[in-house]
């Protein structure tokens, strides 16, 4: 019998054997360092002379892996391998389907030190957000395959005399999947599995700064759970050159991206556009960035505010779409909170996360090293620079110090435009009013936190702070799959709620089907 769901515990560094396996992991995957991988089209390996490189971010000379870089032919060939492929795999029986991922969860759960070493290198995850990064990918196809089974079969409906009556969930067809870089390994597999689960084929495109773990996942999903060719493509390249073709193909049925709202954009109104030969309106699910808030009032616990609002704005260098990126604080108790989290976030260590004594690792690349660096000098002009901002020139290491700058107005850049980066605004509020007011102030909608005793002023945020996820008196980052859904309103994307129980169905379309006696 299937066990029920249970989220994947997370590792204790401080147990020696668990220590020891991260470091034998980070050898081994050290070694497995540079090599070339290629594309991957029904089943066939495809080397490519053009490729393209995965850099370590904290080590910029040291090469992840080389990449052979699709063409727009590619992208075609592989939607339409994906198309043939389709007519098989949408009736192979949900609970194989489903087994396909069960499968894959165990052997990933055997082999998690290794992807979490993945992680470390190629996108400069703690081994803290790695071991985070690699429970939600095990999260993810459990609970999917669980959820595959659960709408596998015909679904009830109201009985009526002379007839049976069904209800059955049926697959949409070829799903083009565009993950972000950030989650490298958890948001790829989520997207990836989930199309799957429902009976759907694949073509993966993984974000160039970090398809050696996107390589290493198509592999464990091939080689070792023994999904059957084509039904998973992997046609890693540059978005720009062959995503608009993945996106436009008449016969792509569904494109699942996670990624900025500027290529979430793109993606909304290219394929609302009707191509020769398409006989259905594309879907799709967008889940795209955010500005997150985290309010605290003047009955709030100030220690366990500061504490959640370093964790949750510098984790990961702020690289992830839930990072608190502004602290909106009322006036009363602004100066003391400003304080306690310069404090705490002092004690941040920065460096090569292969060593473990270190809370943040480089950001992602040199676009998004200088795009942060940009956003804290316009910081420097708003408001007043209580912390960090120095970062040398990138050459060593896309290094960039958690950085605090207080005193930015509400309507600032800062306070308004996704960084993605580590660093934080610090926004005054005259009172609660004003400071709710302040935390929908931005065009995203995505996660928000409230630290408050007040359980008046919660309840009034419980129904008007406007975003898909929204916590009280803890951290706005680190959902868990099942736990609490994900996805945000507005322009922080289609709320398709990851990791919830409708998720699955969006991988879908409902037929009814009466048969009358
Ligand atoms: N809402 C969420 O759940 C969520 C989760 C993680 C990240 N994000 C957001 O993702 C962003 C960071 O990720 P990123 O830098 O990888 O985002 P990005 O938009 O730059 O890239 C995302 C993906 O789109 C691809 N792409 C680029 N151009 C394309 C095109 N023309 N057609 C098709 N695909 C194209 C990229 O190669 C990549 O695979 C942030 O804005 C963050 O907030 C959102
Ligand atoms: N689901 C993650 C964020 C994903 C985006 O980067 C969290 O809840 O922190």
């Known amino acids: ?20 396996a991260m470091r034998t992991a980070l050898s081994k995957v050290g070694d497995e360092l540079g090599r070339t991988y290629p594309l991957l089209i029904g089943g066939e390996h495809i080397e490519l002379a053009d490729t393209f490189d995965s850099l370590n971010p904290a080590k910029p000379s040291q090469v992840v892996g080389s990449f052979a870089k699709a063409t727009v032919e ?5 939607v339409e391998v994906a198309a043939t492929t389709f007519e098989s795999w949408r009736n192979v029986a949900a609970e194989e389907r489903a087994r396909y991922l069960f ?20 996108v400069s995850k703690s081994w803290a957000e790695a071991d985070a990064d690699v429970a939600e990918a095990i999260d993810f196809m459990e609970y999917y395959g669980r959820q595959a089974i659960k709408f596998g079969g015909p679904q009830p409906v109201v009985a009526y005399n002379g007839e049976e009556n069904e209800l059955r969930y049926v697959p949409l067809g070829v799903t083009v999947v565009i993950p972000p870089w ?24 993984p974000a160039s700064a970090s398809p050696a773990i996107a390589a290493q996942f198509v592999r464990l999903l091939v080689e070792e759970a023994g999904l059957p060719d084509g039904v998973v493509n992997f046609v890693p390249g540059s978005g720009g050159a062959m995503g608009d073709a993945l996106v436009d193909h008449a016969k792509t049925r569904l494109i699942a991206f996670t990624g900025s709202k500027e290529i979430g954009l793109r993606i909304f109104e290219r394929s609302a556009k009707l191509q020769p030969g398409q006989i259905w309106l594309k879907r799709t699910i967008l889940e795209m960035g955010g500005k997150d ?24 260098q702020g ?3 839930s990072a608190c990126s502004r602290a909106i604080i009322v006036d009363s108790v602004y100066s003391t909170v400003l304080k306690k989290v310069v404090d705490r976030t002092k004690k941040l260590t920065m460096g090569d996360p292969t060593d473990p004594k270190h809370h943040m690792g480089a950001v992602v690349d040199q676009k ?32 960039i110090p958690p950085t605090i700058i207080a005193d930015i ?30 935390a929908n102030n931005t065009e995203y909608g995505l996660t928000g936190a409230v630290f408050s005793r007040s359980r008046e002023r919660l309840e009034e945020a419980r129904r008007d702070f406007h975003v898909g996820n929204l916590y009280f008196n803890r951290k706005c980052t680190g959902a868990l799959v099942g736990v609490q859904p994900f996805g945000g309103f507005n322009m922080s994307g289609t709320d398709s709620k990851a990791g919830g129980p409708d998720y699955l169905l969006l991988f879908t379309q409902a037929k009814t089907i009466t048969d009358r006696f």
Not at 368 to 396: H, N, V, W
């Open 1 to 20: 019998m299937l066990p029920e769901y249970r989220n994947e515990p997370f590792v204790d560094f401080s147990v020696k054997a668990n220590a020891d």
């Open 74 to 78: 590619h992208a075609n060939q592989a």
């Open 103 to 122: 499968r894959a969860a165990a052997v990933m759960r055997r082999r998690k030190f290794e992807f979490m070493a993945w992680l470390v290198y190629e």
């Open 182 to 205: 950030n989650f490298a390994l958890a948001i790829m597999v989520g997207m990836t599995t989930a199309a799957i689960a429902a009976g759907n084929t694949v073509v993966l495109k």
């Open 293 to 316: 808030g985290i309010v605290v009032d003047e009955t709030a616990d100030l220690d366990a505010a500061a504490d959640a609002i370093v964790a949750s704005a510098f984790g990961f």
């Open 319 to 321: 690289q992830k779409c």
């Open 368 to 399: 998004a090293f200088d795009k942060i660096r940009e956003y804290i000098e316009i910081g420097k002009s708003e408001g007043r620079l209580m912390l960090g901002g120095e970062t040398g020139d990138g050459s060593e290491g896309y290094f």
């Open 409 to 438: 107005a509400p309507e600032a850049r800062l306070s308004l435009e996704e960084i993605f980066g580590p660093v934080l605004a610090f926004i005054k509020a005259n009172d609660w009013k004003h400071a709710l007011e302040i």
